[in-house]
């Protein structure tokens, strides 16, 4: 800050900047209530279907977004104006100050191009003298000014510096980088730079209180984009890999890491792949540059000649915490199935170069694997980001035009032609990859690669990250969505043992067919008519499935007691809110199935008894069979739903994209709490829990029977609840409980007999 242009500053354009904004800042928070209320709060209330439900709805939400980010940001803007233009006017006002008191003493400060000096006020001949008897009065004014100057210049530097940063953040849209004030971002832009230096020390050079403060430091600022961007950015894309690698490596020689803090790597990799995962998110040209770098080095020795794991292993152990940006995970995950398909000859045998051997570094801190295998954890990563998730699986892996693919199919059932069989990421990974072979600490086998497959398929077709459930904000499934859950579904009913080999897969996959409810239900009534379609409604995208691939589906999710409550949860509600929804008189003519409700309501029932009873065949074949599971394992994992439903299960009609049941409490008959289907849920919690708590077990044929009555109990329940709250005294005078009683039992029945004819392996005895 040079001090004629403190001096002299005009403030009247800062004056009118900072009004601008706080006015800005006003608008948009009302813009952004609008938005939040007028837009978002009213589509996801909105009955959407078809392409609107799948585009309008989810872009509608991204708007009311972008009028959230834009408020933040204009607020984060204001403040840092503020605080500086407050700071500028107090530094104008003390040069002002110093200045006068110096003229008093008859002295003058002249200020000139880079910088100033402070001299007598006597004229020329007289001035040396002057100066000598002053020099302590000139000294302490020239240092004061100085200070106001510097101080002036750092105020002007910081603010210049966080504003480019906040702007450089997001090329299109706006940043959601929040700070109250100009010296937080400050703060958090010099914290990173001091960090990141700290960092590209010598990994063996790293003291106990170095890693200390690192770890503290990337978990206070973890989920800050604007320091994670500048962390990465000074950091750089090599040396983030030799730090993880070179802290991780215990071989390496540092004692004292190894010794005092081996307890708190996990922390550490999960607040640096945390920070990354949010710097990742930012369009500034240097984090461009970066993941452009990144994936480069991505199949090269992160020592170059000198050897170490490649880059893809170390950075994917980083990406098993946080959201990092879809476009990076899309052309990472291109690059590193390249590497993939040359280490492994397109699949044809093993990854050596992935396997864990010896002494070799362990990468992964958190969980028992050795990160080794880079799939691993980039498939953690995606687990967290379903639209990448999604691209992902779909994209080909090996062409079945490509000569070196060792992949063939018979295409004539005679053993006569074999063709070759082209593979997408999804195929090659749930169906064919040799996955490395890792072991604990206590000998037992590691499927920690197959599992996060698993969430990240849960990520990939239901819309939502793994572990969640669906919201009002989940869109419906989309066309790549379902076109994956056809996939799935299609390789577990040509080998059931994908799944039931690999049982930790189960709680995922069961809450992805919990999902696709609808389209299950379309595909057992083996009737594709828009009737049908109307009786099972489905916003957005709907799966094209047949009859004997859902039930080879149920029965292999069946034989999981986690993925068994996963479904059938979700089917006791879904059954109950088809009631609800069917049974409304003011359901729209547009909407309302051409059949009669009653014969709307024995169709519902026998779906949803059909499901049931496939699911129980599952049970029943694992608690009888090699898997030997405990018949009460199943009803625990029933119960424990109960504290993660909270009432709300994502698989009402359009599979969490719009439909609410109806409040029981204050319709027509009044009187009841909550809604039809948290109450037949209820009950179903509290059965499984005294079932889970039963000291003598049953046989096999008595579980049936008993599942079918309880059953068929829950769906009367579900119908005489949708009938009360709609005021239904026709359907209430017909007994249409009854009817749905004897519907559920009848589907049930038929789903023995339907496993039986199409699949016809399984000779459980029911």
Do not use: C
């Amino acid at each position: 800050m040079q001090l004629d242009t403190l001096l002299h500053a005009s403030f009247k354009l800062l004056d009118d900047a900072v009004t601008d904004w706080s006015t800005l800042v006003d608008r948009l928070e009302e813009l952004k209530k609008d938005a939040e209320d007028g837009l978002h709060q009213a589509a996801n209330k909105a009955n959407w279907a078809g392409v609107n439900a799948q585009v309008s709805k989810e872009f509608i939400g991204k708007t009311a977004g972008e009028f959230a980010d834009a408020h933040t940001q204009a607020k984060t803007i204001h403040s840092i104006l503020s605080d500086t233009w407050g700071e500028l006017k107090g530094y104008h006002r003390q040069l002002t100050e110093a200045i006068d008191r110096g003229r008093k003493k008859n002295l003058k400060v002249i200020g000139y191009e880079g910088g100033f000096t402070v001299t007598s006020d006597v004229p020329p001949e007289g001035r040396a003298k002057a100066d000598t008897d002053n020099q302590g009065d000139i000294t302490a004014l020239r240092d004061e000014v100085q200070g106001i100057l510097n101080k002036a210049t750092q105020s002007d530097d910081s603010a210049s510096t966080v504003l480019q940063a906040i702007a450089d953040q997001s090329r299109l849209g706006f940043s959601d980088a929040n700070y109250s004030d100009r010296d937080s971002a400050a703060a958090a832009v010099k914290a990173a730079k001091e960090l990141a230096k700290l960092a590209k020390k010598d990994p063996d050079d790293l003291t106990v209180k170095d890693f200390d403060r690192l770890n503290d430091g990337l978990k206070k600022y973890a989920n800050d984009d604007l320091f994670g961007e500048t962390f990465a950015t000074t950091l750089g894309p090599k040396k983030t890999l030799e730090f993880w690698t070179g802290v991780t490596d215990t071989n390496r020689g540092n004692y004292e890491l190894t010794h005092k803090r081996l307890d708190q790597f996990d922390d550490l990799q999960r607040n640096l792949g945390t920070t990354l995962a949010h710097a990742s998110q930012s369009d500034s040209l240097a984090m461009t540059d970066w993941k452009r770098q990144m994936i480069d080095i991505g199949d090269k020795p992160i020592y170059g000649t000198s050897g170490g794991p490649m880059g893809f292993q170390v950075m994917s152990n980083l990406m098993r915490t946080g959201d990092y940006d879809d476009q990076f995970l899309h052309d990472y995950g291109t690059k590193l199935m390249d590497t993939e398909r040359r280490l492994t000859g397109n699949g044809e045998h093993g990854n050596g170069v992935w396997q864990q051997i010896g002494s070799s570094p362990r990468l992964n801190r958190i969980g028992e694997d050795s990160g080794s295998d880079p799939l691993t954890g980039y498939l953690k990563g995606l687990s967290n980001s379903p639209a990448a998730a999604t691209d992902f699986f779909n994209q080909q892996y090996v062409s079945k035009d490509d000569p070196e693919n060792p992949f063939e199919w018979d295409s004539d059932d005679e053993d006569e032609y074999m063709a070759k069989k082209e593979l997408s990421n999804f195929q090659y990974l749930f169906e064919e990859r040799d996955w490395p072979q890792e072991t604990s600490s206590t000998g037992d086998d590691l499927h920690t690669g197959k599992n996060n497959l698993a969430l990240a398929l849960e990520a990939a077709t239901t819309g939502h990250p793994a572990g969640e459930l669906p919201t009002a904000d989940t869109p419906a499934h989309n066309e790549e969505q379902t076109r994956l859950f056809e996939s799935l579904v299609s390789s577990i009913s040509d080998d059931g043992g994908r799944l039931t080999d690999n049982g930790y897969m189960s709680d995922s996959i069961g809450q992805i067919t919990s999902e696709y409810l609808p389209d299950i239900n379309r595909a057992m009534t083996d009737d594709s008519d828009e009737d049908t379609n109307k009786l099972f409604p489905v916003s957005g995208s709907s799966a094209t499935l047949n009859h004997r691939d859902v039930t080879a589906l149920l029965i292999a999710v069946g034989q999981n007691p986690e993925g068994y409550a996963a479904v059938e949860v979700a089917n006791k509600s879904y059954m109950a809110n088809l009631m609800d929804y069917h049974m409304n008189p003011d359901l729209p003519a547009s909407d309302r199935y051409s059949k009669d409700t009653q014969f709307a309501v024995e169709q519902l029932a026998h779906g949803s008894g059909e499901v049931s009873g496939t699911l129980a065949i599952g049970r029943q074949e694992a608690v009888a069979g090699p898997a030997d599971e405990d018949d009460k394992a199943y009803d625990h994992s029933v119960a424990q739903w109960k504290n993660g439903v909270s009432g709300v299960i994502g698989t009402g009609i359009g599979v969490g994209a719009t439909f609410v049941a109806s409040p029981v409490a204050g319709a027509a008959a009044g009187g009841l709490a909550g809604t039809v289907s948290s109450m037949v849920l209820e009950e179903l919690f509290q059965n499984a829990e005294g079932h889970a708590k039963e000291n003598a077990g049953s046989t096999m044929g008595e579980n049936w029977e008993s599942g079918l009555e309880e059953n068929a109990a829950y769906t009367e329940r579900a119908a005489e609840l949708a009938a009360k709250a709609h005021g239904r005294t026709d359907l209430q005078d017909i007994s249409v409980d009854e009817k749905a009683r004897t519907a559920a039992q009848q589907g049930f029945r038929d789903a023995g007999t339907n496993t039986e004819y199409m699949t016809p392996h399984l000779k459980t005895d029911i």
